[in-house]
Structure formats: C-alpha cells, structure tokens
C-alpha cells in the first residue's frame, strides 16, 4: 500500500489535505520496511515543508506530518522537523513547535543538539510567555552525553544563537511592559541571566555527575550577578547529588541565597529546596513559615 499512500502525500490546497492527513496517520501506524523509510521520510519532509497556512487543514497535516516523521525515526526527517520546530511565525501556532520538538527527542540522534538548545530559548511570538523551555530539555536527556558539552558552552555564554534569541526574549517583555529593564546594561544582565538559567535547568535535567563541579563554581562565584548564581543553584538540585555531602552543600548554597534575592525570586528557591530531602532545609523551610 505504499505507492498509494506516499501518492495521496502530495496534497492539493482545499481538494486532497484530508487524503494527506489520512496517508500521514497510516505511516504512523503500519511498520514501514527498513528499505523504505529514506524515501517515506523524503516525502512527508515535503509534504511537511509545503504547509504555509493557519487554516484547520493545515494545522491538521503539520500534526500529521510531524507524528509520522518521528514515529518513522528516520534522521533524515530531522531538517523539516528543525524547521517545524524553530519557526516563529503567526501562520504556524506553537504547539506544533512543541510537538515538533517531542519527536526530534523521540529520533533522539546526536545531530539534533544544536537546534535543541536553540529551541530552549525560543518563545511564541504571539506570546513570548510560550517557550520551549520543558520540551526542549526532556529531549536533549533522551540524546543523553553528546548533549553535555554543547550546554556546558552555553551556559559559559559561548552559544551565539542561544545569545542573540535570549535578547529577542528580553526585548519582547521589555516591548510589552517597558518599565522593564530599563536601561542598557539592566537588558544585558537579563539576557545573561536568561541564558544561564535555562542552560543551567537543562544540564540540571541531564543528570549528570560531571555537572556539579561547573554548576557549584559559577553559583559560588560572588563576582557573577545573583540571578545568574540562582540559575546554577537551581540547576544543582535537578543533579543525583550521590557524591559525600553534596546535597547538603548544595542545600546550605540555597539557605545562603535565599537572603539575598528579591521577594520575586525567593519562591523559585524554596520551590528547589523541598527536592533535596535534607534535614537542615526542614529547619530552614520552618523558619521561613513562621517568618511574617
């Protein structure tokens, strides 16, 4: 059945989108044989990259496409799921981003890593409030090692990309409330702040030992900003913590912060502290209930 269903791929505009939609479902069910996977995965990267549109057929072939690039697996589908993932654009709603980005994870391949820290620091241009900040990561720990040092980069601030669409990020809530970061300097310390954090979240999330020691330096370090320490303390909580005593320095970190950061601020830190099961963060988290 596959000559037919990779013919009913090439869609015609309001005459056979629900024949593409129907194709796509198929491929997602059937097993495609191994010999074949290169030229189905062709044709629905093509079928994929045509959608311009917003129209419920639309949204309907992207989801379609998409799910069957991923469920297939073949790397070669990887350039028009990247594509999906990244755009910005009012044609194309976010959540196909999301879902785009959930089945580059689901190929898990190695070469996806770039554009898997790019996507953590892409938002909806609708509403930079919709970010790819969860999606992102959950797939970079299915890719596993080969993740490692690309984030370890960005968090050092030597990921252009990952620079340049924290700005854009800065720069869009600054468009809606521009009582936000006012001047130069307070917009450039956000968008570090921006990068780090979420690089910082994402090597958290990777779960690995060789995390802690770049993690535990940058969040100790009295030179850098307190917004970027707090991403790293963060950060260090998502780790195992299995070597001796990490977890109570990483819980004694989070009590000397917490006197420092801004109201704002200090719920993300007790949000942390409960995960690390210490008994001196109990004391600590007491305290601060009863404090007025």
């Known amino acids: 059945g596959l000559p037919a269903l990779l013919k009913a791929l090439e869609w015609k505009t309001e005459v056979t989108?629900?024949?593409?939609?129907?194709?796509?479902?198929?491929?997602?069910?059937?097993?495609?044989?191994?010999?074949?996977?290169?030229k189905v995965t062709a044709k629905l990267a093509e079928a994929l990259d045509r959608v311009s549109g917003n129209r419920g057929a639309d949204r309907r072939m992207r989801m379609g496409f998409?799910?069957?690039?991923?469920?297939?697996?073949?790397?070669?589908?990887?350039?028009?799921?990247?594509?999906?993932?990244?755009?910005?654009?009012?044609?194309?709603?976010?959540?196909?981003?999301?879902?785009?980005?959930?089945?580059?994870?689901?190929?898990?391949?190695?070469?996806?890593?770039?554009?898997?820290?790019?996507?953590?620091?892409?938002?909806?241009?609708?509403?930079p409030r919709g970010r790819l900040n969860q999606v992102a990561p959950a797939a970079l720990v299915r890719i596993g090692k080969p993740a490692f040092d690309p984030l370890l980069a960005t968090l050092r601030g030597e990921n252009e990309r990952a620079n340049v669409l924290a700005g854009e990020l800065v720069d869009a809530?600054?468009?809606?409330?521009?009582?936000?970061?006012?001047?130069?300097?307070?917009?450039?310390?956000?968008?570090?702040d921006e990068v780090v954090r979420e690089a910082a979240h994402a090597l958290g999330k990777l779960g690995?030992?060789?995390?802690?020691?770049?993690?535990?330096?940058?969040?100790?370090?009295?030179?850098?900003?307190?917004?970027?320490?707090?991403?790293?303390?963060?950060?260090?909580?998502?780790l195992p913590l299995?070597?001796?005593?990490?977890?109570?320095?990483?819980?004694?970190?989070?009590?000397?912060l917490y006197p420092e950061q801004p109201k704002m601020q200090r719920p993300?830190?007790?949000?942390?502290?409960?995960?690390l099961h210490s008994g001196s963060v109990q004391k600590f988290l007491l305290e601060v209930a009863k404090t007025d």
């Open 268 to 275: 993300q830190l007790l949000s942390a502290m409960k995960n």
């Open 242 to 256: 299995l070597g001796s005593g990490q977890a109570e320095q990483v819980a004694e970190l989070l009590q000397s």
């Open 17 to 38: 989108e629900q024949h593409a939609i129907l194709a796509a479902r198929a491929l997602s069910t059937i097993k495609v044989p191994a010999a074949e996977r290169s």
């Open 66 to 127: 998409i799910t069957a690039l991923g469920k297939i697996g073949d790397p070669a589908g990887l350039p028009a799921l990247t594509a999906a993932a990244l755009r910005r654009s009012e044609e194309q709603p976010f959540p196909i981003n999301e879902m785009a980005v959930k089945e580059i994870g689901r190929i898990a391949d190695p070469s996806s890593v770039p554009a898997l820290i790019e996507a953590i620091y892409v938002a909806d241009p609708m509403n």
């Open 208 to 238: 690995m030992d060789e995390a802690f020691e770049p993690l535990m330096k940058l969040a100790t370090d009295k030179d850098k900003d307190l917004g970027i320490r707090l991403g790293a303390s963060v950060g260090l909580v998502s």
């Open 173 to 192: 809530h600054r468009k809606r409330n521009p009582n936000l970061f006012p001047t130069q300097e307070e917009r450039d310390q956000a968008v570090r």
